[in-house]
């Protein structure tokens, strides 16, 4: 599992997400593509889980899921 603070701008995505802007999760999941592109990490099938802390900040949780991805 990969574990990372969210930056200001993915956090304020975030946010909104949860407010009930729910059209935000596609430019929350290419935030992330780009964070793990910029970490030269290859992405293929992967769940993406978000924590969130109580000052409003969030991290982000990525599992591989290539195990469940279409054969």
Request: aromatic residues 10%; without cysteine; glycine residues 6%.
């Amino acid at each position: 599992m990969l574990r990372w603070p969210a930056d200001e701008a993915l956090n304020q995505l975030i946010r909104r997400y949860y407010a009930g802007e729910a059209a935000l999760w596609e430019a929350i999941r290419q935030h992330i593509d780009e964070e793990l592109r910029r970490r030269q990490i290859l992405h293929g099938a992967y769940h993406i889980r978000l924590r969130g802390h109580d000052d409003g900040t969030y991290d982000v949780l990525i599992d591989d899921a290539s195990a469940y991805a279409n054969e």
